[in-house]
């Protein structure tokens, strides 16, 4: 920021010692003269909280379908050092950050932890500035299409998990899977798995693995409950 430019977030600060402090990497104010140098983790602590309580408020707002375990899933892939990283890239981040001389020689303009972390002091420079909103607008398209992304990938499989910590919140109820099927040639089964509450049988699904025909039953369950 010594050229008097800022990272690209479409925010212009009121405060610019806000920011400043925000990309100061901690080498570069242990080796600043300046009395008023500070290094960046204490907006990174804050930057930290700000961009989980927005991806949290994003996904409750837009998924309302997805059950709670997908919910964590889907927000860890949001608020994670590579995800960070990328926004860090998107806006030119690292040719903004005050470095020490050890810190620059050694590439860390562009190591992922240094950008993730700056990209978190830079959140945090931005609510205490301006408050949550120009945080939000900046976020929003990455939560967009970050989410989308982690959908398509298949993140959010794990439903055996999703529904057990459905379940778990009543600890009179029980579930279990039973395989009460398999057909077709040995190298090429599909397998039948039933899904018992308690024990009464409640869905069934199908797969190719015997793991793959429980997840499906469980994703029946959660359809079955309204929780996709």
Do not use: W
Not at 61 to 80: I, M, Q
Not at 85 to 99: M, N, Q, R, T, V
Not at 171 to 184: F, N, P, R
């Amino acid at each position: 920021m010594e050229n008097g430019k800022q990272p690209d977030i479409g925010y212009s600060f009121k405060n610019p010692a806000l920011l400043r402090t925000a990309l100061t990497h901690s080498s570069y104010a242990n080796e600043s003269h300046e009395k008023d140098t500070v290094c960046n983790e204490r907006l990174e602590f804050l930057g930290d909280s700000v961009l989980n309580m927005l991806a949290a408020e994003y996904l409750f707002g837009n998924f309302s379908r997805f059950a709670e375990g997908d919910l964590t899933r889907l927000r860890a892939s949001l608020v994670c050092e590579g995800a960070l990283f990328s926004i860090a890239c998107d806006i030119g981040l690292g040719e903004h950050l005050l470095l020490g001389h050890g810190e620059e020689r050694s590439g860390g303009r562009s190591r992922p932890s240094v950008l993730a972390d700056a990209m978190e002091a830079v959140l945090g420079a931005m609510y205490l500035d301006g408050g949550l909103e120009p945080a939000r607008r900046f976020l929003v398209p990455y939560f967009e299409s970050g989410s989308a992304s982690a959908i398509k990938k298949h993140t959010l499989c794990d439903y055996k998990t999703a529904l057990q910590e459905i379940i778990q919140k009543n600890k009179q109820e029980l579930i279990c899977y039973k395989v009460t099927d398999a057909s077709g040639p040995e190298h090429d089964k599909t397998f039948t798995a039933t899904l018992y509450l308690n024990t009464n049988p409640l869905t069934t699904g199908r797969g190719k693995s015997k793991k793959e025909a429980e997840q499906n039953a469980a994703k029946a369950a959660l359809e079955l409950m309204g929780e996709l």
